[in-house]
């Protein structure tokens, strides 16, 4: 399967400061994907990254909070802007390389905010 | 939307006894359910999934099962070893212009040596 690099791994961030965070695969791939990972619990899709269009976000969650862009079919972004301490939590990159294959998960960014 | 229950939340198994995990669907027009197992601090793995037009999948110690009439799934592990405790998470995709998935709520795995 693709490898997936998300980086930075971990941070620790400054409230109202934001961060960006990016995923990266070493193939094409047509599908990525963004999810946060709340302390022991369960992942949460919060936006599909579209390839050259705006990407698709789930209920609850905006783009003015979390932008995303994916200017290819290998690399994809998620910015956290304007962070509170609430938004700490495990961010997830995961993609997929066709229809009806499956997705698979960077290792995450664990984001702390002070 | 997909609604996802998992069960049960916390599992305990003697080494070497079976595990089952059970995962309910709402959305009828699902068709694929992957399982994940995530050890702590790790990323979400794949370690088996099946879809719709299949009642049973297995690979070597692990089987899961699907029930479309019941829109159920569940994971079996049989003879568990100690590496197998970590979290499990089922999910359901329902393949109609998107392919995100909707994820259980975890269930957390211990094998007591």
């Known amino acids: 399967s693709a490898v997936i690099s998300q980086k930075p791994s971990r941070d620790i961030c400054q409230r109202g400061t934001s961060l960006t965070i990016q995923c990266q695969v070493d193939s094409q791939v047509t599908m990525m994907f963004w999810y946060r990972q709340q302390p022991g619990q369960s992942l949460t899709l919060i936006a599909t990254?579209?390839?050259?269009?705006?990407?698709?976000?789930e209920s609850g969650f905006v783009i003015d909070k979390f932008p995303i862009s994916r200017p290819n079919l290998t690399f994809s972004t998620l910015t956290v802007s304007n962070m509170s301490p609430e938004d700490s939590s495990i961010y997830l990159c995961?993609?997929?390389?066709?229809?009806?294959?499956?997705?698979?998960f960077g290792d995450g960014t664990r984001l702390s905010i002070l | 939307g997909e609604n996802v229950e998992q069960h049960p939340s916390t599992l305990s198994v003697q080494e070497g006894d079976s595990a089952v995990i059970k995962c309910t669907y709402s959305d009828s027009a699902s068709n694929y359910f992957p399982w994940y197992k995530q050890e702590l601090g790790k990323r979400p793995q794949l370690i088996i999934d099946i879809r719709s037009n299949v009642g049973e999948k297995k690979d070597q110690r692990i089987a899961v099962t699907l029930n479309k009439t019941a829109k159920h799934f569940s994971l079996h592990i049989t003879e568990t070893q100690p590496e197998d405790s970590a979290v499990y998470f089922c999910a359901a995709k329902t393949n109609f212009g998107n392919e995100k998935l909707t994820f259980g709520t975890g269930t957390r795995l211990t094998i007591i040596p």
């Open positions: 990254a579209n390839q050259g269009s705006e990407a698709t976000y």
């Open positions: 995961s993609v997929q390389t066709g229809s009806n294959q499956p997705q698979h």
